[in-house]
């Protein structure tokens, strides 16, 4: 079964995916060379954790010579959004107007915080034919 959340993954399967999602493909030795880890996971141990996510549904693989190359089934921001509709659910009794106004009502958002979103509002409205 896939994790849906990238939260339900380990540290080293969360920097492992992070690598995968750099390179946009890559070797196990690849993926180990970028992991910024000391001391440095030994190959058959990324191996494995790449192993892992591929049987949950993180990554998919091509033989490629002697290697399998890995790729990401899911991008960076299709995992983000199921990690925040999970945490909308969880807090927001999955009512993302609870979170909206939680963010407004907080007294850190600058002027300019303020504006991009209004801006970000206003390029949605005009991506789906809406009036500005």
Do not use: C
């Amino acid at each position: 079964m896939a994790r849906e959340s990238i939260d339900d993954l380990g540290e080293l399967q969360k920097a492992v995916m992070e690598s995968v999602w750099e390179l946009g493909e890559g070797t196990v030795q690849q993926v180990r060379d970028r992991l910024d880890r000391e001391p440095q996971p030994a190959y058959t141990t990324v191996l494995s954790v790449m192993q892992k996510l591929e049987k949950a549904g993180w990554l998919s693989h091509r033989p490629e010579g002697r290697s399998y190359v890995y790729l990401p089934t899911r991008s960076r921001d299709e995992a983000g959004s199921s990690t925040l509709r999970t945490f909308i659910d969880r807090a927001f009794r999955g009512d993302p107007m609870l979170l909206f106004q939680r963010l407004l009502d907080d007294k850190q958002l600058s002027e300019n915080d303020l504006s991009e979103i209004k801006r970000m509002i206003d390029q949605k409205r005009r991506k789906e034919g809406r009036h500005v």
